[in-house]
């Protein structure tokens, strides 16, 4: 079923399986610049936010190199090469990208449903001198939220969310260091941009107006390993729900 999901590490720690993992790194080859002043180039994402930073790379981390660039002071030069270690983004550069998003994210209802997965439950069988694993499965039932009034598993729960935001700026410490400070949580990043102009890509999050708290995803935050995408789980799930 396409809904159900393993433990992969569990597998791999007690069954033995080798996994060969390839890994990229964050910068791609450099780009050639006939600039001879200190600069720094316009990089973009896929998302439309765009970086200033002061490398050559075509690629890095994800956003593309442009011809377009700055010239950089020395003393911008120990903030930039900050604000690329932190992966902050300057507002005044992605005006009309966080317009857009705010605007994109009005306060909306969920519902929760639940789903059925396969937990794996190893057996280790002796057989002389060696031995083997195998496993048993047993169904376990999860919960999350979904904003599909019609999806098939639904509990009945609902609760109302809406969008804050994070924006920050940076001070100078006693020690001449710099210092990242978050603004509070608010509703508009233009209007706070004045005494907070930096932002990262994760500038926003889902806040639960029902209980007045931050919307937990249960089951499906991103770093569970029983993790289930929302599409996954359809009315074809012939397990039954137990809690």
Known sequence: ??????NLKKLIALGGVTLVLVTTSGCSKKAD???DTYHAHEYINSSGYTRYIDKEYLEYEGYQRQEKSINLSEKDKELYKY???????RIDDNIDTIIETQEANQNFTEYRYAYTYLQPIPIIHHTGKTSHVSFIFVPRTH???????????????????TYEYTSYKIEKDENGKFVLIPSPEHKNIIATKDEFPYIKEDYYKVINLTDSCDASYEDMETDDPEHIEEETVTEDNSLSLTN
Do not use: F, Q, V
């Open 1 to 6: 079923m396409r809904n159900l999901k393993l």
């Open 33 to 35: 610049c006939n600039i």
């Open 83 to 89: 604000l690329d270690k932190r992966n902050l983004l």
């Open 143 to 161: 919960y999350s939220w979904t904003r599909d009034a019609n999806h098939s598993r639904l509990t009945g729960e609902t609760r109302e969310c």
